[in-house]
């Protein structure tokens, strides 16, 4: 097969989450490619990160631009159309904002791998309730942002015209693609670490609920965790995310819910739950699957592109009731591995919970069903196709 000289680009690296974990894994497949990013702080990035090949935009350099670096969301275009990709075959850019921005030649193939269209330019009104925008603010955003928005949301068109290939990951994001952008991508889902679960025993017992052994580790204190009988919420504490709506449920039912994440929404959550919910904050990767594997069921309110904690909670054997909307819509199986509740309301939430029953779920098939989203088939998928389109192109010029 024909050498092939590939480019990785994302948007930025200021936090670590689920878009920056396939990057990595992007980085593993093809262990030469540089990473080019707008902008990125060293200390959010793990151990395992390449980062002697980051390659990072004019933004880096300005003064305090790691510090205001959402507030400059209009120059981060400008940074993706500054690099240079001329010596490059192919060009695989990773985006839920601008990094689709690069300007290829001709002969080098740009291939998108898209999160989603940007929310804030696709779905502005949504997307500014999530973040509680200040009414105060509303005569500067009819002045001053919203002329800004709609000048992004062309260039942002007009760029996702320059993708030779876009790659969706769900359905639920492909159908946005093909609104925005009327563009026809291919779905390659996420991954699920599958390796953190793999110590975990699955209870097999059809007389007993399907709830995972507890395992404990050298150094571990969970001292203060009740074995059975609490739910599970992990999440960041943003608006869009709805831990409101468990909490406000879990309030009126009075049973133990436990939460994991921070978030802006973190002081308001704590202030609105009774003494049945507990606030777990920031925890270790070990600590996190030590409470999917131990709690009843994972509760999942919000509406994703994709969702991977859905699958982390199955991947330990455990249900999910989830909000039947986005990405959960394809991997959440009804009746299997957990229910979903209709609409996005407390009292759709309290309604399935009342009529939930733990026993009724297998934990060998809700770990089954995380496996169909493991590493190992993402890798080969999205190698696979990348290979078969850089040939084709290859051919062409060649």
């Keep these: 097969m024909q050498c092939m000289n590939i480019a990785i680009v994302h948007d930025d690296f ?155 990951n769900s359905r639920n994001v492909a159908a946005r693609i093909k609104k925005y952008y009327n563009r026809e991508p291919t779905v390659i889902y996420p991954f699920v670490e599958l390796a953190r679960f793999a110590h975990i025993r699955m209870d097999t017992n059809e007389n007993s609920p399907s709830v995972s052994k507890p395992i404990r580790t050298k150094n571990s204190d969970y001292s203060n965790l009740d074995k059975l009988g609490y739910f599970l919420v992990v999440s960041r504490l943003g608006g869009h995310k709805r831990v409101d709506l468990a909490i406000e449920a879990f309030n009126k039912l009075g049973w133990q819910l436990k939460i994991v994440g921070t978030g802006p929404e973190e002081k308001k959550y704590k202030k609105m739950a009774k003494a049945n919910i507990e606030f777990l904050g920031q925890i270790s990767d070990e600590k996190v699957v030590y409470y999917y594997q131990n709690c009843t069921a994972f509760i999942y309110p919000q509406e994703e592109d994709f969702g991977i904690t859905a699958l982390e909670a199955m991947a330990a054997g455990k249900p999910v009731i989830a909000f039947k909307g986005g990405g959960a819509l394809e991997t959440v199986v009804p009746g299997t591995t ?26 060998t098939a809700c770990h089954t069903q995380a496996e169909k989203f493991s590493r190992e088939r993402f890798a080969k998928e999205l190698k696979v196709f990348i290979e078969t389109k850089h040939q084709k192109r290859y051919h062409h010029y060649g």
């Excluded at 990035?45 to 980062?51: N, R, T, V």
């Excluded at 609409?343 to 309290?350: C, E, G, H, R, V």
Aim: hydrophobic fraction near 45%.
């Design 14 to 168: 200021m936090q670590w989450g689920g878009a920056e974990r396939l990057v990595l894994a992007m980085a593993e497949i093809w262990p030469d490619a540089p990473i080019y990013t707008a902008i990125y702080d060293e200390s959010v990035l793990p151990k395992s990160f390449p980062k002697s090949r980051l390659v990072p935009s004019f933004l880096q350099g300005l003064p305090l631009s790691k510090t205001f670096y959402r507030q400059l969301f209009f120059l981060h275009p400008l940074a993706f159309e500054s690099f240079n990709f001329n010596e490059f075959d192919v060009v695989l850019s990773s985006t839920t904002r601008f990094a689709k921005s690069v300007i290829t030649q001709p002969q080098t193939l740009h291939i998108c791998y898209c999160n989603t269209p940007p929310r804030f330019l696709w779905m502005t009104k949504n997307y500014l309730q999530t973040k509680n925008f200040n009414p105060l603010l509303w005569p500067f955003y009819r002045l001053i942002l919203l002329p800004l928005l709609s000048y992004l949301r062309l260039h942002d068109q007009t760029a996702a015209q320059r993708v030779d290939f876009f790659i969706a």
């Design 338 to 363: 957990g229910e979903f509740f209709y609409p996005q309301s407390t009292d759709a939430l309290i309604s399935v919970l009342k009529n939930f029953n733990p026993m009724k779920y297998d934990s």
